[in-house]
């Protein structure tokens, strides 16, 4: 009775080779340079900002190769209830635009040769490949009762290895014949494991794309390959499926990098060509004492990608600032093409930061500013409504109710006339940034010493104000009224002697801007006096302070 007799046993239904399987997926056909990658989240019911990246950076590669990019959904782990959380992954890289060209619709439906993209439909083909591991000797059973396959400490000490530090032999691994039938017989499951080829002393160098080489201490654990449910952990899945679907770079994370040794062994062990890895660094933030620190779900809600559409940023700013933590040339890149869209700025794996991003808010809202000050009117307006319709269910109403008024209203200081304000970086700030136009102001920013000045003034001007037709005019207006009231209309003359003078024009039309808006900066006056209409705005130009 040899390994295939065992292997025969423990696989009885299992009936096809690995050629029957690399039948059904044959070799891709790429030019030169064309990139194959994917991204292979595990549905959690969250996506990590991390996660994100690393499906950014594989769309970037594949979309600057002309190569290839699909979606594998790694949900092997069936204790989770998987469906929802599916939907959240989809969610959200439709809504960025993530693109693949190949992945199974949330209905089941595979696109693309290389499926099922769903590693738990996948399972028999796991199996196929376990089996001709222990037909060669390369794996073999455990029935050690705790062999879950969590390759996690706490289960590894628990299956008792015999461990001299520096390797850890599983106690089953030269199980006879004969003793594998009578676990069998007795009815026991059983998980399946790598015999480490190693022994705790070579070390073995490998490639990254991003770090360049390394060396790290070969594996020498027999870990856990098929679990005693029948599913594979992580790496077997990972080396099987990378290599089936003819993945060319593997986009992970850096936390992967120290179990790259075992990915090594297997791919080698499965007699696969070993695949190249792109450890993408990992996003962190700085604490309040200025020490760097992982972004956590727990802490830090921009941890959620859900959180950016939810605020209300472009998903261009988001990807833009992505961008920029990916490769810190794209900064210099977005200045000098100002006008060009984020997806013809072109990198590949060498470019990658090899330096952890650190996430800053302050920066995002600086690029999301420029961005949403080259929309026109007309598009703010649209998106703002379009994040409302979903986030504000009243406000969308609102902004439906008088369409024409609201594009206006964002249309402001957006004529090309002068440079747009900078001051919103997303939708859900727009409400209270102009909340003088949906309620009249509550608070008002103004000195107390300034009070009575500005009742005085304000009494006047509600009487002789009247609707101007242009910015020009109404300007006229208002300095007409002020110079009757006894302010400079010449700035010059105003420094020359401003005692002579209650103020200057700027006074007087601050007096206007807070009793209308309720706040000492806004953008042009003129044109929300004309959006809120007259009555309203004598209404307001009577307030007393
Ligand atoms: N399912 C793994 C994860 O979400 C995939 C890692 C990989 O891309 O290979 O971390």
């Not at 014949?177 to 705790?200: M, P, Q, S, W």
């Not at 608070?443 to 003034?457: H, R, S």
């Not at 806004?522 to 809120?532: A, E, Y």
């Amino acid at each position: 009775m040899n390994n295939q007799d065992i292997a025969n046993l423990l696989f009885p239904d299992i009936t096809q080779t690995p050629e029957d399987i690399f039948a059904r997926y044959p070799k891709r056909n790429l030019k030169e340079g064309q990139v194959v990658t994917r991204f292979a989240p595990s549905p959690t019911g969250f996506m990590h900002i991390g996660n994100f990246f690393q499906a950014f950076i594989s769309y970037n590669l594949a979309k600057n190769s002309n190569g290839i990019l699909f979606l594998r959904i790694e949900d092997t782990d069936e204790k989770r209830e998987i469906k929802e959380a599916k939907k959240v992954i989809y969610d959200v890289l439709n809504r960025f635009g993530i693109t693949f060209d190949e992945y199974q619709t949330l209905d089941g439906k595979d696109i693309g040769n290389y499926g099922p993209y769903v590693q738990s439909q996948r399972k028999d083909i796991y199996k196929v490949f376990a089996k001709k591991l222990v037909a060669e000797g390369k794996a073999f059973p455990c029935f050690c009762k705790k062999t879950e396959g969590k390759e996690d400490v706490l289960k590894l000490r628990e299956t008792k290895f015999i461990n001299d530090d520096e390797k850890e032999y599983d106690p089953c691994r030269d199980l006879s014949y004969e003793e594998v039938k009578k676990h069998i017989d007795n009815g026991e499951k059983f998980a399946i494991r790598l015999k480490t080829k190693h022994d705790g002393k070579e070390r073995i160098k490998f490639y990254d794309l991003i770090k360049g080489e390394l060396e790290a201490k070969a594996n020498a654990k027999d870990f856990v390959i098929l679990k005693n449910d029948g599913t594979p952990p992580y790496a077997f899945a990972h080396a099987i499926d990378d290599t089936l679907m003819g993945t060319t770079i593997v986009v992970r994370g850096e936390e992967y990098i120290s179990s790259a040794p075992a990915h090594l062994e297997l791919f080698e062990a499965l007699g696969f060509k070993p695949i190249k890895y792109c450890h993408n660094p990992l996003i962190y933030k700085l604490n309040e004492e200025g020490n760097r620190r992982k972004i956590s779900k727990r802490y830090d809600p921009e941890s959620n990608m859900l959180y950016f559409p939810e605020k209300g940023y472009p998903n261009d700013s988001v990807l833009e600032y992505l961008l920029n933590m990916i490769n810190s040339g794209f900064e210099m890149w977005r200045k000098n093409n100002p006008d060009k869209s984020w997806k013809e700025f072109k990198f590949g794996t060498g470019d990658i930061t090899t330096v952890a991003p650190i996430f800053d808010l302050v920066k995002l809202n600086d690029i999301s500013k420029n961005i949403i000050a080259t929309m026109s009117g007309e598009e703010l307006y649209n998106n703002w409504l379009d994040w409302a319709s979903e986030y504000d269910k009243d406000l969308a109403e609102i902004l439906k109710s008088d369409k024409e008024k609201y594009i206006k209203l964002c249309q402001m200081d957006r004529d090309g006339s002068s440079k747009p304000r900078k001051d919103i970086f997303n939708y859900s700030m727009m409400k209270d940034y102009f909340n003088y136009m949906f309620e009249r102001p509550q608070t008002f920013e103004i000195l107390d010493e300034d009070k009575e000045k500005a009742n005085e003034f304000l009494e006047y001007y509600s009487k002789k104000y009247k609707t101007a037709s242009s910015n020009e005019e109404w300007f006229e207006n208002v300095k007409t009224i002020a110079g009757e009231m006894g302010y400079a209309t010449d700035n010059k003359l105003y420094k020359q002697n401003p005692e002579a003078y209650k103020g200057n024009v700027a006074k007087a039309c601050e007096f206007i801007r807070v009793a209308v808006t309720g706040k000492k900066n806004s953008p042009t006056l003129f044109t929300i006096m004309s959006l809120l209409g007259e009555d309203e705005t004598k209404n307001r130009l009577s307030h007393k302070f």
